[in-house]
């Protein structure tokens, strides 16, 4: 950053502290920095998007391995182009469609040969914004997007005779290879096409409409390298080279659809017209303004608050938007369906984010969660069950559990509507009547045998949570017959609790325990746990953690075990899961199963350690740095975590309603829940030593307290807590006072 910048960028950062009085609005944007996650095993997208949006244009990097899953990574320095579509955090690489890379002179489509080279001094990254310095070129590439459509603008160096743009539909990123491409040339300023691909989503379709701001003076087409002597061609490995002869600055505006080519165009006119680039990334700017706005952070450090916004940014990257401007979308049946009362969206990472993310949607975007729900019932009717994890209108069937049953039972229980209630309990229920990982095995024995399905104890834990929230909701019908049922299937995690090791273990078909049995090792998607080992997995009881203490016998014996989990140390081995990061003893908050774990301590009276804990794991794993993330991201979740845990609340048991009091980060917190209503946690004395909360008061009122509900939190008001520096053992402690294992 050259000195200008920095001098820029210090004094925008004073008068962002600074500015607090009437008529002097804040930027809440000035506080995201899009580097942090792009680090390390972050795996965060870069680029320029707006809150949930379709489009994701952002540069990509040549895949190398792993870590290269959002198409980015910081420690890299070569990139291929400006892709139109990314994921965000995930552990499995796909999408990176439709790659325009501006160049100059003679160079071919080879991609070795249009690449560049490029540095982070010549980045810059804003929400809604993204631009960067093409060394080989000299070209500065800036980057914006509404929802369906990315705007590119390109400045040539001064003199340029051969400016030029290569359109890539061969490549994606990690599993994506494609299986057909097409381009066409529509007049000297248009081009159009798809490209169809295959990865983790199986039948992927993305169609294009580009338009440019200055005439093309040719279009060659080439398909595997060889040039096809046409405006136009099909194959497997579409690129074109665009011919603009003499330029000093191109805008090209462009338009993507899961539905055609024409709906690509109409998307492009319903967002473009008319607006130029400035406008529109000032549009995205402002979006990303209003959503970050929901939550207002006082008090606490520079960096925390940076790291914080940025979370907060990171949560509206999945859902996509997956559905045209004129309300048409692509079905999980591959069948072009409409519909202009809801939207439709994509990235269902389920698994992950029913955890915390879609929680934090109930209170902070109620409406788009009631559109997330009535979009699992499309998809139920489309392919006969609900989603796992749906990408691009395909099922993954990605990790284990049925978790869109718990969001949708977060929505039913708190009154959000957009869906047919009764037709959402009809799926959740029936999900779990299907003959499909291990399903069978639970209903026809009451267990899943070891040796009969891999994963064996994460898929029954994880199906006994989904369980439970499909009996939460027969309770509030009336059904009585299935609430029986289902609260049954959910205390099935009884079956695998070994007392003599106090773990999780796997049962065989005779009835006997797995062989080989060490809770540390790790074997990825090869043994009875899914991504973690057995002291990670011994914890994944949320909905009865009154039950899961009495296994363990006692309180003491449960909070002996617990304290364990942070102090133990041990190698996972060598074919662990590089999932398993962010560790704390064998507790790991860079993957999802542990993420309610530091917080079942207030189940037990003991609401100062997951204080203690929560703090720790903040300070430990979430920073401003570009490896800010202790793990994969996660399509928000990882994020969404650091948000709710940084305003001192946790929903261990997504499902229920509670909230669970840990330590807040800042010193005051206000959520918008609604036209001028707000619900505040206020963190009296709060600082890096004063963690413990001593006393709380809710409205006014004497709070005792370890939890607060979704109610109290959606209806309004204050939640004022008293810290210091020493634990107020008392806190929480009475029976009446810890959260149970019930719908508040």
């Known amino acids: 950053m050259d000195r200008i910048k920095i ?75 400006f892709a139109h579509t990314h994921l965000s955090g995930t552990g499995i690489g796909d999408l990176g469609d439709v790659v325009f890379m501006p160049t100059t002179g003679g160079v071919t489509v080879v991609e070795e040969e249009y690449v560049s080279a490029y540095g982070h001094e010549g980045e810059t990254a804003r929400p809604g914004y993204y631009s960067v310095l093409l060394e080989k070129y000299g070209i500065t590439a800036e980057l914006t997007a509404t929802e369906r459509c990315g705007m590119h603008r390109y400045t040539y160096p001064e003199g340029t005779e051969e400016g030029g743009l290569v359109i890539d539909l061969e490549s994606g990123i990690g599993w994506d290879a494609p299986v057909k491409g097409f381009i066409r040339r529509v007049d000297d300023r248009t081009v159009e096409g798809y490209r169809y691909s295959t990865g983790w989503a199986a039948d992927q379709r993305v169609y294009f409409f580009a338009r440019f701001s200055q005439p093309m003076t040719g279009m060659r087409v080439f398909d595997d390298n060889v040039e096809v002597l046409s405006d136009e061609a099909e194959g ?69 608050r940076r790291a914080f916004y940025t979370a907060l940014y990171h949560t509206a990257f999945a859902p996509q938007l997956f559905c045209d401007a004129d309300g048409s979308y692509r079905g999980a049946d591959g069948a072009v369906y409409r519909d202009t009362s809801h939207n439709v969206y994509t990235v269902y990472s389920l698994w992950d984010t029913y955890r915390a993310a879609n929680p934090l949607y109930t209170i902070i975007e109620p409406e788009r969660t009631g559109e997330f729900v009535d979009n699992f019932l499309k998809i139920y009717d489309q392919q006969g069950r609900l989603p796992v994890w749906h990408l691009a209108g395909n099922e993954t069937d990605c990790m ?37 990982r291990g399903l069978d095995h639970i209903r026809s024995v009451g267990y899943i045998p ?31 017959d299935d609430y029986d049922r289902f609260m049954a299937r959910s205390r099935g995690y009884v079956r695998y609790f070994d007392k003599g090791s106090g773990f999780m273990r796997g049962v065989r078909s005779d009835g006997g325990w797995s062989e080989g049995f060490d809770p540390v090792v790790s074997r990825h998607r090869n043994d009875d746990y899914c991504e973690g080992n057995a002291w990670q997995y011994v914890w994944m009881v949320p909905h009865d953690v009154e039950g899961l203490v009495a296994l363990f016998g006692s309180e003491e014996a449960f909070e002996s075990k617990l304290d364990s989990l942070f102090v133990v140390e041990a190698e996972l081995g060598d074919e662990a899961s590089p999932d398993i990061s962010g560790l704390i ?18 189940y037990i009276g003991r609401q100062w350690k997951s204080a203690e804990l929560s703090r720790r794991i903040m300070r430990s794993f979430f920073d401003d740095t570009p490896a800010g993330l202790c793990g994969n991201e996660d399509a928000g979740q990882m994020s969404a975590w650091y948000v709710l845990a940084a305003a001192g609340l946790y929903p261990a048991n997504a499902v229920s309603g509670a909230f669970l009091i840990a330590s807040p980060l800042f010193d005051k917190v206000t959520v918008n829940v609604g036209e001028k209503v707000s619900f505040t946690v206020e963190a009296v004395g709060n600082s890096e030593d004063n963690i413990y909360v001593q006393s709380a008061e809710l409205n006014g009122m004497p709070y005792d307290k370890s939890y607060i509900t979704y109610g109290d939190i959606v209806s309004g008001g204050v939640l004022r807590l008293v810290m210091g520096p020493e634990p107020n053992c008392d806190f929480g402690a009475s029976e009446q006072a810890r959260p149970r294992s019930a719908v508040y």
């Open 585 to 602: 003893g064998q507790y790991a908050q860079g993957n999802e199963p542990n993420h309610s774990t530091p917080f079942l301590y207030n």
């Open 236 to 304: 497997v490995r579409i690129r074109a080279r665009v011919d603009f002869g003499e330029v000093s600055q191109l805008v090209a505006e462009v338009g993507i659809s899961a539905v055609s080519m024409e709906g690509a165009r109409l998307n492009c006119h319903a967002e473009l017209d008319g607006r130029t680039f400035d406008e529109v990334a000032s549009t995205a700017s402002d979006k990303w303004n209003d959503y970050l706005s929901k939550i207002r952070v006082e008090g606490g450090r520079d960096d925390d």
């Open 7 to 81: 001098v820029a960028a210090a004094i925008a950062s004073s008068l962002l502290v600074s500015c607090g009085g009437v008529g002097c609005p804040e930027r809440f944007t000035d506080y995201v920095d899009p580097f942090i996650g792009t680090d390390g095993h972050g795996h965060v997208f870069l680029g320029a998007n707006v809150p949930f949006g379709g489009v994701q244009l952002g540069p990509s990097n040549t895949t190398q391995g792993w870590d290269w899953c959002s198409g980015y990574h910081y420690s890299d320095s070569i990139v291929k182009g």
């Open 400 to 436: 284990v559990g049925y978790h869109s049953i718990p969001v949708i039972a977060m929505a039913c229980l708190r009154g959000i509507g957009g869906f047919d209630i009764l037709k959402a309990y009809e799926a959740a229920r029936s999900y779990a009547d299907l003959d499909e």
């Open 450 to 480: 070891s040796d009969k399905e891999p994963e064996s104890v994460a898929k029954a834990l994880e199906y006994a949570v989904d369980d439970w929230a499909v009996a939460q909701m027969a309770a509030r019908m009336g059904r009585q």
